[in-house]
């Protein structure tokens, strides 16, 4: 019979709740009074970075030994959860410096790891991740971006699109094609690039539906020269790398899901206690009442499932063995935001005509959430995910 522990893998221990009270008082001193004007004029979110460097929570998943907090897989979705709760677009930033720099901590060389691990624990620089592109989104392995080596160097050709917060990251992590023949199967490898390395450029910030305050836009990589030690670890590991990479950070895409619903859920909350129609709040209705509860519903049940896959993806970093990470992570993604973007919905909904306009927060979350359902692998692909990997 299992022991009590065996069922208390993802709940948060007393660490993880005052990790939580004081990232949430620090989102709603420090960020939230800006996400509307991040949001208005499609800026970056300076002042959540700054906040969160200060407290250092901008990349929490950086081990000690390089300089950072060495927080758990629970404890960096927390971070990103609280910070989404109040701006999406600023969880973005504790979120894809992860994304970005994951290939390096699980496959990097030690030189490499000192390098580029320690700038990005003290909040000097940002880390992005490259994969997709203008024809290979979904099919990853499409991909045509080339990298031929010369001597001691490797020379980067391509263009890489949807890049998440691209021009202000100083590090990127590059998948390209080493050998046309091999593709996915031993011919795609992994590179750090360098915001300043010659050849390197970037296309106009994307027009977007939400996360406005997040830039997104294209990499160019225009005979990018750069030593081979930069190479994340052995040639034709990069496909390898990259799903593995997925597979811990789609989570995380769960947790940012997560804590915008549980913002647009706190928000209605608050809305139908005031609000009075026929004499009573509009919250005493059990039309509401039923809203309020399948939405609170949804949320505790993505909760349980991403902290579920935060804990395999724990076991894992510790160097132990998680056969159904690979589901788990699709799991959380996938129903974490279907969810996210039903209660973001519903919760426009029960403001009525005030829910629809940019006085109150909700139609801004409501856009926000709906990304969570198309990057790091549509839900779509997550469902494929699933399928093939049923425990």
């Known amino acids: 019979m299992a ?42 979110p300076q002042e ?3 906040a969160l460097v200060a407290n250092d929570l901008h990349a929490v998943h950086v081990p000690e030994s390089y300089g950072g907090a060495g927080a758990d897989a629970l404890a960096t979705c927390i971070v990103i959860e609280e910070v989404a709760r109040v701006c999406c677009s600023s969880s973005l930033i504790p979120a894809v410096n992860k994304l970005g720099s994951l290939p390096v901590i699980l496959s990097g060389s030690e030189d490499l790891k000192k390098k580029y691990l320690g700038p990005l624990a003290k909040g000097d620089a940002m880390f992005s991740y ?19 080596r010369d001597g001691d160097h490797w020379v980067l050709n391509g263009v890489k699109r ?95 899901a997560l804590g915008v619903a549980q913002g647009a859920l706190d928000y209605a909350k608050g809305y139908v206690r005031e609000r009075k129609q026929f004499g ?23 909760r349980q499932l991403t902290y579920a896959a935060a804990a395999r993806s724990e076991r894992v970093a510790l160097g132990g063995a998680s056969e159904d990470l690979t589901f788990f992570g699709a799991a959380a993604k996938c129903y974490a935001s279907d969810a996210a973007m039903e209660v973001t919905t519903d919760a426009v909904q029960l403001l009525g005509g005030y829910g629809y306009t940019r006085d109150y927060p909700l139609e801004r979350m409501m856009r926000d959430a709906k990304i969570t359902q198309i990057y790091e692998g549509t839900n779509q692909v997550q469902r494929i995910v699933m399928a093939r990997n049923l425990p």
């Open 3 to 44: 022991g009590a522990a065996d069922f208390d893998l993802y709940r948060p221990a007393e660490e993880h709740d005052m990790l939580r009270d004081s990232v949430r008082a620090l989102a709603e001193a420090k960020i939230a009074p800006f996400a509307t004007a991040v949001d208005e004029e499609a800026r970056f």
């Open 48 to 50: 959540a970075l700054d």
């Open 130 to 148: 490259c994969l997709s592109e203008p024809d290979a989104g979904s099919d990853a392995g499409g991909m045509t971006t080339r990298a031929v």
């Open 162 to 256: 949807w890049i998440t917060n691209a021009g202000v990251s100083e590090y990127y992590t590059v998948m390209a094609v080493t050998d046309p023949e091999k593709k996915t199967r031993g011919g795609i490898s992994a590179f750090v690039v360098e915001k300043g390395d010659e050849g390197v450029s970037f296309g106009a910030p994307e027009k977007k539906l939400g996360i406005k305050g997040s830039p997104t836009r294209e990499v160019y990589l225009d005979n990018v020269r750069i030593p081979a030690d930069r190479m994340i670890g052995d040639e034709g590991t990069g496909f390898a790398t990259a799903m593995k990479t997925l597979d811990h950070t789609r989570i995380t895409i769960a947790a940012q």
């Open 280 to 302: 009573k709040p509009i919250g005493d209705f059990q039309g509401v009442q039923f809203m309020l509860a399948d939405m609170a519903m949804k949320i505790e049940a993505a």
